[in-house]
């Protein structure tokens, strides 16, 4: 079919990634660091396919892209490699401007002198670059409400108003409708990713295909990375029989989308070159509150208590209207919350480091 090359590929989705376009005979090289914050194991991850071929490198070593592009000589790449992290993002901005940032800007100066050029390029993005999106009255007037403040999330003003008066709710969002307003700094190196491989990809007629993902989980998720999915962590805790501790109000809202469905998007648009901004998500909103509340039935655990803790650049609503990636990608998610959640939790305890985690927190 094609080569793919996959950055960042030794990870979560990029595993899954790979195993789905091997079976549908793409050549497949993976581009990985093995960060130790989200491969603690030494040695490539198990759930990585063998006939995939592992080119170790950094995204922020030119030599790495020089000698990784000479080897393997792209058709399509799917830029996976990233920093994520809302919290971290705030005590750690060099890193990860660095990565999300120069990493990407050293593809695109890698690429100016390769011996082969792809033709298409695939890009992770976020559904943060939007920030809290659009939120609308009632009486139907739509407003962008920007960020909350410190002082609205220490007097537990969770929620939005518009500017006069009336309460609001948030609506999905949407690409090429809702206005990108970033309101943390990994947010902020999404975006940026998003408009220089725009403008590269103009420059040199190379298509690009920006796949915003909304809030990732399912089995192969780190399990001892502190800064993983909010789903994930819910499992850790109650599997260990812990109270999950659910943050602000219980009524945050997020699009909780399995691997993979997400591995069918990237797949979809592989197959499909062209220019594109698109929403990857389940296309259906839940409360953290109530996923808090399915994850400890399913797992026998304590029900959940609210705390009415808040993380500084968390946004109050995040999730996404896919009417627009079903017609372009031929994208359908298959899976729902509830058998999700039931896989994540079936697969956690076969993970050696979780095991290992919770003997340790007893």
């Known amino acids: 079919m094609s080569r793919v090359l996959i950055t960042g590929g030794a990870g979560f989705i990029g595993c899954r990634l ?206 001892t990375n502190s800064y993983t999915g909010v789903l994930t962590f819910f499992a850790r805790t109650a599997l260990d029989g812990g109270v999950i501790d659910v943050y602000e109000d219980g009524e945050i809202v997020r699009d909780f989308v399995f691997v993979d469905d997400v591995v069918s998007a990237i797949v979809g648009a592989i197959g499909r070159p062209g220019n594109r901004v698109v929403d990857v998500g389940s296309g259906h909103r839940a409360t953290i509150g109530e996923v808090a509340t399915l994850v400890a039935l399913a797992s026998g655990a304590p029900p959940p208590k609210v705390s009415g803790r808040f993380r500084h650049g968390d946004v109050r609503a995040a999730w996404c209207d896919i009417s627009r990636t079903q017609s372009e990608l031929g994208y359908s998610p298959r899976w729902n919350l509830e058998s999700g959640v039931r896989a994540l939790l079936e697969w956690i305890p076969t993970t050696g480091n979780a095991d290992e985690e919770r003997s340790s927190n007893r």
């Open 18 to 223: 790979a195993s789905a376009l091997l079976d549908l005979d793409h050549d497949v090289d993976v581009l990985d660091n093995l960060h130790p914050q989200v491969h603690d194991r030494r040695g490539l991850p198990p759930e990585l396919p063998t006939s995939a071929r592992f080119l170790p490198g950094d995204v922020t070593a030119m030599d790495s892209w020089h000698a990784v592009l000479d080897v393997s000589r792209p058709d399509t790449v799917v830029h996976l490699a990233a920093e994520t992290g809302t919290g971290q993002s705030l005590t750690h901005p060099t890193r990860h401007a660095s990565v999300n940032v120069y990493g990407t800007a050293a593809l695109m100066e890698a690429l100016e002198t390769a011996s082969n050029r792809p033709s298409h390029i695939v890009l992770a993005s976020s559904r943060a670059v939007y920030g809290d999106g659009a939120w609308s009255t009632a009486e139907g007037a739509v407003f962008y409400p920007g960020h909350r403040t410190v002082q609205q999330l220490e007097t537990g003003i969770w929620d939005y108003r518009h500017p006069d008066g009336p309460p609001a709710f948030a609506l999905a969002s949407q690409a090429g409708a809702t206005v990108p307003s970033p309101t943390n700094v990994y947010a902020a190196t999404k975006l940026a990713q998003e408009h220089m491989l725009s403008a590269w990809c103009q420059a040199r007629d190379v298509d690009l295909s920006i796949l915003r993902f909304q809030n990732v989980y399912g089995p192969g998720q780190s399990v």
